[in-house]
């Protein structure tokens, strides 16, 4: 499967990861502001939380997504090829990029959790894409398909139809 070329695909992708990111934190939000709301104000504290934590939310997976992504594109662009050692190194530079702040030692940390991460869900999605589907599956060839027969006669059932009468 072909990806779309780089600037799109970044863009793209920082779309998608912004209204992954608003939705689920809006339901994160909106269910831990119920919890934490008094009596009576419940709903009020819900939609309190979404409104202020779910914008926050969306933005930072935003980021995450749109450095991974441009990482992503410029290994595929040094390397001149896709494979998941791409992603993989992706997510940790991206996971180092966003620690960078915090000094080596978190720099270091984020990098393996990123790569970890990257390296997890890279390994799934071979996994899944190795799995045969059902259509894909071998025939027993040991057992013959039958031919659908069509009936000899096309009589009315000896049972009467449903009555729809009240009685």
């Known amino acids: 499967m072909e990806r779309d070329p780089c600037p799109g695909r970044i863009l793209d992708d920082i779309g998608a990861s912004f209204g992954m990111g608003a939705v689920g934190g809006s339901f994160f939000h909106f269910v831990k502001g119920l919890r934490n709301s008094p009596s009576g104000a419940r709903f009020a504290g819900g939609m309190e ?11 930072g997976f935003a980021v995450w997504c749109g450095l991974f992504s441009a990482c992503d594109c410029a ?15 992706a997510g940790a530079a991206t996971g180092g990029i966003l620690a960078a702040r ?7 940390r984020a990098s393996l959790q990123g790569a970890v991460l ?22 027993n060839k040991t057992e013959t398909c039958k031919e659908p027969q069509m009936p000899e006669t096309f009589d009315v059932p000896s049972t ?5 009468e009240y009685k």
Not at 49 to 59: L, T, W
Not at 118 to 139: C, E, K, Q, W, Y
Request: aromatic share 4%.
């Open 49 to 59: 939380g979404v409104r202020m934590n779910a914008p926050r939310v969306a933005g």
């Open 118 to 139: 990257l390296a997890l869900v890279s390994s799934f999605g071979i996994m899944m894409n190795r799995l045969p589907d059902a259509g894909s599956m071998p025939v």
């Open 75 to 89: 290994l595929v662009s040094v390397r001149q090829k896709e494979d998941p050692y791409n992603s993989i190194i």
């Open 102 to 108: 915090q000094g080596l030692r978190a720099v270091a």
């Open 160 to 164: 009467p139809p449903p009555s729809f």
